[in-house]
């Protein structure tokens, strides 16, 4: 099963492998330097994984890409309810903990 970490790194390696390869075409084509070549390439690889990491937001499952805003943390991290991954820690999305409501000086209901 591939999860949405899996398919955003296949996506970004194949950019960035299209991107080195467009910049070598370039450099062997043309007469041009090499150093507004690459410079140019290591922009576009820079603002292709800036742009697809930032789709990676705290607020989305690792596993499917579903939304677990509002889901409470356990124990081991916030739990998908489509997929049933567990994702981050315990304060994956700095929510409190369900299960530990009560202060620790006063006894739980």
């Known amino acids: 099963m591939k999860t949405v970490l899996h398919r955003v ?3 970004v390696f194949a950019v960035l492998l299209a991107i ?3 910049a070598l075409g370039v450099l062997g084509w043309t007469t041009l330097p090499a150093l507004p070549v690459v410079g140019v ?3 576009a690889a820079v603002a292709v ?3 697809m990491a930032s789709k990676l937001a705290v607020g989305v499952c690792a596993g499917c890409g579903g939304s677990i805003e509002g889901q409470p943390s356990g124990t081991y991290g916030i ?3 489509t997929c049933g991954t567990i994702n981050g820690g315990p304060n994956a999305l700095d929510t409190p903990r369900k299960a530990c409501s009560a202060p620790l000086d006063e006894p739980a209901p």
């Open 20 to 22: 080195g390869l467009a």
């Open 9 to 11: 790194r296949l996506r």
């Open 49 to 51: 994984v800036n742009t």
């Open 41 to 43: 390439a290591v922009v």
């Open 79 to 81: 739990t998908c309810e």
